[in-house]
């Protein structure tokens, strides 16, 4: 089976400019959830979708938006973008308690 | 809610000396316990998790980590470490019981990492 893959790898964008990041999950996997990795902060949960439903939502400001299409597959949108934004962004797959993580979308805000 | 510690931010070893990572968690529900590791420019990878049964999980790669309930506790060992296994480890809990029918994965918390150096 293929893995995870994300869309695009790397971005750069300037501040006020929205971003949508595509993950495409193992074929079969209905649950995705979205991960925002930060020198700083680490790795910090954003949204779980499981069968277009949105699950579980971390704590981040409603500029971070996603949604899930009837293929499985994910988007996630973050609008008015800020310095703070810049960072790697994870989305995993799951089934059956087992979750497998995309190589990441590098975003970059100047 | 839920926590992950990893107790070490940085742990460097010599090559084919044992290594152990420790984390610990806090939880007020029972949990899945997992370890990812993360090679530099690359994604997670699952390395070993624990859902149920036997509190000792290993992996195929010489990893192996216990559950120990009453400590709270998910530290991730090797006997003999090599230089390929240099990279950043991520400890990380989710809750179980959450959705029913054990398809989904639910929000995993993660640990801030311990970041393994092997040295020749």
């Known amino acids: 089976k293929a893995g995870v893959t994300q869309t695009p790898r790397y971005l750069i964008k300037t501040r006020g400019q929205q971003v949508t990041l595509s993950c495409s999950p193992i074929s079969g996997h209905r649950s995705v959830s979205w991960y925002q990795q930060t020198p700083g902060q680490g790795l910090q949960f954003l949204f779980e979708y499981f069968s277009e439903t949105q699950r579980n939502k971390g704590n981040f400001p409603g500029r971070f938006s996603g949604r899930q299409f009837s293929n499985s597959r994910s988007e996630m949108n973050v609008s008015t973008l800020e310095l703070g934004d810049s960072a790697l962004y994870l989305c995993?797959?799951?089934?059956?308690?087992?979750?497998?993580f995309g190589p990441g979308t590098r975003l970059t805000v100047l | 809610a839920q926590s992950v510690t990893q107790l070490d931010s940085q742990v460097p070893v010599f090559e084919e000396a044992p290594v152990e990572l420790r984390c610990n968690y806090s939880s007020s529900v029972s949990v899945y316990l997992f370890w990812y590791v993360q090679y530099p420019n690359q994604g997670l990878q699952l390395l070993l998790k624990y859902l149920s049964g036997s509190t000792l999980v290993e992996s195929i790669n010489g990893f192996e980590a216990e559950f120990n309930k009453s400590q709270t506790s998910f530290h991730l060992r090797k006997p003999s470490v090599h230089i390929s296994d240099t990279a950043e480890y991520f400890c990380a809990v989710s809750d179980r019981g959450y959705y029913a029918g054990g398809t989904s994965y639910g929000k995993l918390t993660f640990g801030q990492g311990t970041i393994l150096t092997v040295h020749p």
């Open positions: 995993a797959s799951s089934s059956g308690g087992r979750g497998f």
